[in-house]
């Protein structure tokens, strides 16, 4: 039995239990790890009404608090929505052990887990049921830190799985609730016992959690991705790729709210392409040229396309800006910057463009001729196995650097190195 003491009062001792219950979770062999995800999610199965239940009264206490709209469709858990968290873990106790795989240096390299975790995150409650799994099958302990708006839906999900753990003699403090009235600036500068905070949510929320924190931070990124149009590409393929990125639900991680064209598609359709996007439910907006382009067009737009100047913020709505360049350089400096930094996109037909893209875009994920829609669930990593994601992190944002990119098993892990003599 795990012989870690009852959780103090103070944030500091709180955080040490953390720490102290990752270290024996360290120990836990990689088949009980396994078991132990199965189990959570054979008991969610089971108990899942008890958590849409607390959601429901989640959502009734946000209506009221006048909680904005975007947080309450983050913050509704539908039945749906909470299968698919409940599949990501029973993919993860599939998966194979991200502490014995990915190291091919020989010299003493060992990939060990990170420690003591923090997820800081605003509504998407089932996205704690994800984080926990995921620190689990990696050997990690996790603090939650929600919202108020979904305190009791995090609690339930928090609740089930302390129920589970104690059924395999692992300690509380394995993963747990941050404490009532507890700020996110004094858990984030905890820099002694915890290891590394994930913020999700708006950019605004990430961005604050950033600047609070004085432990590593894994920033997870949403919205703003470009898409550059070469003149050799298909607007009808750009419209493909446009509605895919967005399909994803509910948070349009990688969705595609800013294009950039080449002056080419001006006479070469873009006002029907324009007007395509329209009839998706989409309000465009324009750079000064697409704005002049559209105006004589006006009797045959859905909606006038309006002037845009905020190129570097995220929507996260039904809004697409569209910009036009006279050459790929010019698009790729644009994107460097404004874009978000985690999924930015290229359709050509030539070699060299695609080259020329996937080396000068500075964002952690390139897409050349692909949908960049993302799936918490199903891409697949090198092995051909299915990855479970967490989110998208960016190459631009303050904090850990050393796994931008999708947030999977492997970021939530670390190396160290044995030498012997």
């Known amino acids: 039995m795990n012989t870690v003491s009852p959780v103090p009062e103070d944030l500091t001792g709180f955080v040490y239990q953390s720490h102290a219950a990752s270290m024996y979770l360290a120990s836990v062999k990689f088949e009980q790890r396994n078991q ?16 849409l239940e607390a959601n429901t009264l989640d959502l009734e206490a946000s209506r009221e608090m006048a909680v904005p709209d975007i947080l309450l469709e983050w913050l509704k858990l539908t039945p749906e929505r909470l299968q698919n968290a409940i599949d990501c873990i029973k993919q993860l106790a599939l998966l194979p052990d991200p502490l014995s795989a990915g190291i091919s240096n020989p010299d003493g390299f060992r990939r060990v887990p990170l420690g003591a975790m923090a997820f800081v995150y605003e509504a998407f409650p089932q996205l704690g049921l994800v984080a926990a799994g995921m ?55 905890q820099e002694k016992y915890l290891r590394l905070a994930i913020p999700y949510g708006r950019p605004s929320f990430v961005q604050q959690v950033c600047k609070q924190s004085t432990v590593a931070v894994m920033p997870s990124v949403m919205g ?4 550059y149009i070469s ?8 419209y493909q790729i446009v509605k895919s990125s967005r399909s994803s639900e509910p948070d349009p991680v990688n969705a595609i ?15 029907d392409w324009i007007i395509r996007l329209q009839e998706q439910g989409l309000a465009v907006r324009g750079c000064d040229t697409i704005v002049a382009h559209c105006r004589p067009h006006i009797d045959r737009l859905h909606s006038e396309v309006a002037a845009e ?33 985690h999924a930015d996109a290229i359709l050509t ?3 060299q463009e695609s080259h020329q893209f996937a080396n000068e875009a500075n964002s952690s994920t390139i897409y050349i001729n692909t949908p960049n829609q993302f799936k918490r669930l ?44």
């Not at 996790?142 to 692992?170: P, R």
């Not at 303050?398 to 796994?403: A, L, Y």
């Open 349 to 351: 037909d030539s070699l």
């Open 257 to 271: 709210e800013k294009v950039i064209v080449h002056r080419d598609w001006l006479d070469r359709g873009l006002v």
């Open 309 to 341: 100047t905020q190129w570097g913020q995220a929507y996260l709505d039904d809004i697409i800006a569209i910009r036009v360049v006279d050459r790929l350089a010019e698009a790729i400096a644009w994107i460097n910057q404004y874009s978000s930094g």
């Open 135 to 189: 620190c689990l099958k990696a050997g990690n302990s996790l603090i939650l830190k929600g919202g108020n708006e979904s305190i009791n839906t995090n609690t339930a999900i928090a609740n089930i799985i302390q129920d589970v753990l104690h059924s395999f003699d692992l300690h509380d403090a394995t993963l747990a609730i941050a404490p009532k009235g507890s700020a996110i600036k004094d858990l984030l500068t």
């Open 231 to 238: 003149p050799t590409s298909s607007l009808d393929y750009a």
């Open 224 to 227: 703003n991705c470009y898409a």
């Open 36 to 51: 132990i995800l199965q189990e959570i999610a054979e008991v969610f199965k089971q108990q899942r009404n008890q958590v």
């Open 378 to 421: 199903g891409s697949l990593d090198a092995n051909g196995n299915k990855r479970v994601l967490l989110g998208m992190s960016s190459l631009k944002t303050r904090g850990s650097s050393r796994h931008p990119g999708a947030i999977d098993l492997y970021a939530l892990t670390t190396t160290k190195r044995v030498i012997t003599g």
